[in-house]
């Protein structure tokens, strides 16, 4: 391959990989928004048939 066929597969191996990660990180963080608004439901739930 030529040098600027190298350059272009390197530019796009690094695209599709910063993709990835980004993903990765969005999804994370989307489990643990969910699993932390899970655990206040909870909370509030069990608050309020204490309560009555």
Do not use: C, P, W
């Not at 066929?5 to 990765?24: C, E, K, P, Q, R």
């Not at 963080?29 to 739930?45: A, P």
């Amino acid at each position: 391959m030529g040098h600027l066929t190298d350059s272009m597969f390197i530019m796009f191996a690094l695209v599709i990989v910063v993709y990835i990660v980004g993903m990765s990180i969005y999804l994370i963080l989307q489990q643990i928004k969910k699993l932390l608004n899970k655990r206040r439901d909870l909370k509030f739930q069990e608050r309020r048939d204490r309560n009555g």
